[in-house]
């Protein structure tokens, strides 16, 4: 067999031709356990290599190996000690393994060179900045040779500024023991009689150690008695004014130090320049700290007398003078310095007479005529208008300045003042005050032209780069908080338009006009939009905005005059139209009411919105027969009203409230035919059949099942026409639920919609409540996990969670709800209510002002907040709740809405209930927990 090995050969001999030479250091038979041995076979032939064969490498003799044939690079000169072996894998990796040690400690090495080289720049640096500094004390030392004895002296004592550690004297106090033996040793031999007759010695130890003991403890008692009052138990003695006033002491005697050595500073630095004033003045300054006043008006003295042209010095010796001194000292300061602003100002103050201040700006104007600070203190001081004038007639020839001008007109008399304003203009032609006063001169006195031609030419006459177009804006503010409308008014007439491109003016002068409001300039911002509806009178926006303005801001003829111009500029604008005919009816004027409804008619026949506002009228008046006629004829006319699915709805909110149920039944089944995308309509259509469901009372089976055929069909149709309609879908599985009183079909209901619209939070909520309704809480518990998986940010679904939760874990879900919802109001309204069952009243409340901050049209929460304020809050509590509530005005919410749309309480036009009366019958409805 092939397998085999023939006979005569050796089986090792064998495998080597089958397998190849075996590697280096192969041992057969190792894995079992099998040791080496070296045999002949392993070792070779002993003959002498033949041809073809390399002889082995003789062994190096001793005389190769010795040090002096060695070489560093090279090794041994002459001699391979590893010729014949083989470079193997082996080998590969062990010279890898040494090349990234190699590398890693070439690595290490380089990092800790370059540490030490910026250790040592470092150092470098160091030690030149120190050899520059020593180079300078170095160049001084010549000088040294000219120091005096008393300046050697002067230098200051070196302090102490070393870490080292301190030794401080300890104090222990003497035992008992050591006095008492004091006390025997001082006593004279002459009383050893007196010694012999008294007690024994230890006695005698004792007793007068009680003594000094009963003695040191009166003393405390003592000490104790007088630091405290009256009271049993309280005591006067402040701890932390104790320590204070230990700080104090210290800070005290550490200022000391600082005192003297500041002194000594600036001593030597008023001796180095006599004449630097600010160092006479930290000197004076210095010595005022220390509480040493007489030695701060010596310097400041001498200060005075090496500096005299210092204006600073002499402010700060008038400061420090006596009051009977100050006088004088300003009466040399000014000598010195007569051009001084400050020193005359400061002169004219120390007077307590008018008659000499008014004498003292009298010589400071003569030496000074250009300032305008002394002018303007000289003219206050003035006893009569006159005397003002007069002044401000030679001021404004001294010093021209514009405010100076205006000061003088304003004193003037009317032409006077028109003549001095007509100089400043031609003076100050760049400063828009100057002309703005000239025009308000002339609206004082009635001439609104003059006033307008003047603002005019003030414009045009300031470049963009005296006068912008927003500082023109604030120019018309300042004159509207004056009193000058009118002047406002021509300043944005003639200034608006400034600078602004045409397709920008519409838009920049609405929000210029917002600003106003926002500021409270309302007159200025209505001449604002006067001006914008001038240039644009097509834009029923700005007429809107326009009548918003004088609504709130305005009287009712104003706000009536706006909107009458607004309907002739603009009349196909049913929106301005239905404006102005409310404020008609709000204001009891239903005729004129029903005229402009009858002239926008003529402009707007095919509005529904002009339908609807008629039928609304004649309604809210009751006249409902008129307000039948108004819709039937939008009904049944040719033009685009008859397809309005408003004016249907309208119809039928019209039967309900007048009670004909019937009628309404057939209008909306007339309605859904003609608009039968209008889920509204749908609805109601529903609404309706159970309304009247919960009214019949079918006596046999047969009619109860066909009515029921009757309500699907009905469903199946709306949901047919509306599939995307969620309000649709949960109408449907209410019939089935409460009418129909199928809750399989309820189910399956809600789970079609769910397929139709996935991820939809309202229908998951839908077949939660289901559950919960009917006493599945276990299904419920499933089918809201299933939902916060699809939704998981929706509020509802997590305030239905939150409770759902046991007491016990309501708290950990509702931090689980408001991390995942941060800024939802339904979380944090189910979050209030959590607090609120737990009796952590501050906690809820400051949850429900969360809830309304993030979401206030949600009425739900205000009426769950207003009742928790009327069960746990104060009267001004509820109070805030309720104008919060009426100042939001909320239209949402199931509770809300369900009060909102009762039939009892709406009317054609919405709501008859104000908010707060919806409020607070939503809030009786609020499941609480007591």
């Known amino acids: 067999m092939s397998g085999h090995t023939p006979a005569g050969v050796n089986t090792f ?91 890693h400690l070439g690595n290490r090495r380089k990092r800790q060179r370059e540490e030490r080289e910026k250790a040592a720049a ?21 000088k040294l040779s000219t120091i005096t004895e008393d300046q050697w002296l002067a230098i200051p004592d070196a302090i102490d500024h070393t870490i080292k550690k301190r030794k401080y004297d300890l104090a222990t106090p003497m035992p008992d023991t050591m006095k008492i033996r004091a006390f025997k040793d001082s006593q004279s031999m002459s009383d050893a009689a007196a010694v012999a007759a008294a007690p024994p010695q230890g006695a005698e130890q004792v007793a007068d150690i009680y003594a000094w003991g009963s003695g040191r403890q009166s003393v405390l008692k003592q000490k104790l008695s007088l630091m405290g009052d009256s009271v049993t138990g309280q005591t006067v003695v402040d701890a932390t004014g104790y320590l204070s006033q230990i700080e104090n002491k210290r800070a005290g005697a550490a200022s000391v130090e600082d005192t003297k050595r ?136 001294c010093v021209d300045r514009a405010e100076l001008w205006l000061t003088l007109a304003k ?79 021509a300043v944005v007439f003639n200034a608006i338009g400034l600078d602004l491109e045409m397709d920008q003016r519409e838009h920049v002068w609405t929000e210029d006009a917002e600003r106003c409001l926002h500021s409270g300039h309302v007159k200025t911002a209505r001449a604002i939009f006067a001006h914008a509806l001038q240039c644009y009178p097509q834009r029923d926006a700005l007429w809107a905005k326009a009548a918003d303005v004088e609504k709130k801001h305005g009287t009712y003829e104003e706000c009536e005059a706006i909107l009458r111009e607004s309907v002739q500029h ?52 009751g006249h409902s027969d008129k307000a039948r006629a108004i819709l039937e004829r939008a009904r049944t006319g040719a033009g685009t009203t008859s397809k309005s699915a408003k004016i249907w709805m309208k119809s039928a909110k019209l039967e309900r409230q007048t009670g004909n149920r019937d009628q309404e039944r057939k209008i909306l089944a ?72 199928d809750l399989v079909k309820a189910r399956s209901i809600l789970e079609k919609s769910r397929a139709r619209l996935p991820r939809n939070d309202e229908l998951w909520l839908a077949t ?33 969670a939150v409770a759902m939760e046991p007491p016990e874990s309501r708290r950990a879900r509702a931090a689980d709800a408001a991390k995942k919802c941060e800024k939802d109001g339904r979380v944090y309204c189910a979050i209030a209510r959590t607090f609120w069952a737990e009796r952590k009243l501050e906690s809820a409340r400051k949850s429900f ?15 769950s907040w207003y009742k928790f304020e009327v069960q746990h809050g104060t009267e001004e509590q509820k109070a805030a709740v309720l104008h919060q509530c009426i100042q939001a005005d909320p239209h949402h919410g199931e509770g809300w809405i369900a009060v909102t749309k009762d039939a009892a309480n709406c009317t054609l036009g919405g709501c008859r209930l104000s908010t707060e009366q919806v409020l607070k019958e939503v809030s009786l409805k609020v499941d609480d927990y007591e």
């Open 411 to 489: 004193l003037e008399s009317y032409e006077n003042a028109r003549a001095v304003l007509t100089t400043a203009t031609q003076r100050h032609r760049t400063d828009p005050a100057v002309w703005v006063a000239a025009a308000q001169l002339e609206e004082s006195v009635g001439k609104t032209e003059s006033m307008e031609r003047i603002i005019r030419k003030a414009v045009k006459s300031l470049s963009p780069g005296h006068c912008t177009r927003e500082s023109w804006i604030d120019v018309a503010k300042e004159s509207e908080a004056t009193g000058y409308t009118g002047c406002s008014q």
């Open 262 to 397: 500041a002194r000594e500073i600036h001593r030597g630095l008023v001796r180095d320049n006599p004449r630097n004033g600010a160092a006479w003045i930290a000197l004076a300054r210095v010595e005022e700290g220390a509480g040493k006043l007489s030695a701060a008006r010596e310097a400041i003295a001498q200060g005075c007398e090496h500096a005299p042209h210092t204006e600073e010095i002499w402010m700060e010796a008038v400061r420090l003078s006596l009051p009977q001194n100050a006088k004088s000292v300003v009466a040399k300061a000014v000598k010195h310095l007569p051009k001084s602003e400050k020193l005359w100002c400061k002169a004219a103050a120390l007077e307590t007479e008018d008659n000499k201040k008014r004498r003292v700006y009298q010589l400071a104007l003569e030496h000074v005529p250009n300032s305008l600070r002394l002018w303007k203190e000289a003219i206050d001081v003035q006893p009569d208008r006159d005397g003002a004038k007069t002044l401000l007639r030679c001021a404004v020839e």
């Open 13 to 103: 001999t064998a495998m080597k031709r089958k397998f190849g030479a075996p590697p280096p250091g192969y041992i057969p038979g190792k894995g079992r356990g099998a040791t080496g041995f070296i045999t002949r076979s392993d070792v070779g032939s002993a003959k002498a290599a033949g041809a073809g064969e390399e002889a082995p490498a003789p062994a190096p003799d001793a005389a190769a190996l010795n040090d002096s044939n060695y070489d560093q690079f090279a090794g041994h000169q002459g001699l391979n000690l590893f010729k014949g072996s083989k470079f193997d894998q082996a080998d590969d990796d062990a010279d890898k393994v040494w090349q990234s040690v190699e590398a």
């Open 849 to 863: 002002q969360r809830a309304v901050k993030y979401d206030a049209d949600l009425g739900d929460t205000w009426a």
């Open 670 to 741: 007339e309605a859904v035919k003609c608009c039968p995308t209008a889920e509204r309509l749908w609805l109601m259509l529903l609404q309706w059949e159970e309304a009247m469901a919960s009214r019949r009372t079918e006596a046999s089976a047969e009619a109860v099942k066909a009515k029921r055929a009757v309500y699907r069909t009905l469903y199946d149709e709306a949901i047919r026409k509306n599939p995307d309609s969620v309000a649709l879908w949960k109408m449907a599985s209410h019939l089935e639920e409460a009418v129909c009183k």
């Open 768 to 800: 939660v409540r289901l559950e919960v309704r009917h006493g599945q809480k276990v299904k419920a518990a499933q089918d809201l996990s299933k939902a916060l998986q699809e939704c998981p940010a929706s509020g509802c679904l997590w305030a239905q």
């Open 122 to 142: 470092k150092e470098e640096e160091q030690q030149k900045g120190l050899k520059d500094h020593l180079r300078n004390v170095k160049a001084d030392q010549s």
């Open 570 to 621: 603009c009349p196909k604008a049913d929106d301005l139209w239905l404006r102005y005919a409310k404020e008609k009816w709000l204001h009891g004027e239903v005729d004129a009411a029903r005229n402009i409804l009858a002239e926008a008619f003529s402009h707007n026949p095919n509005s529904e919105h002009i339908w609807v506002a008629a039928a609304k009228l004649e309604a809210e008046n």
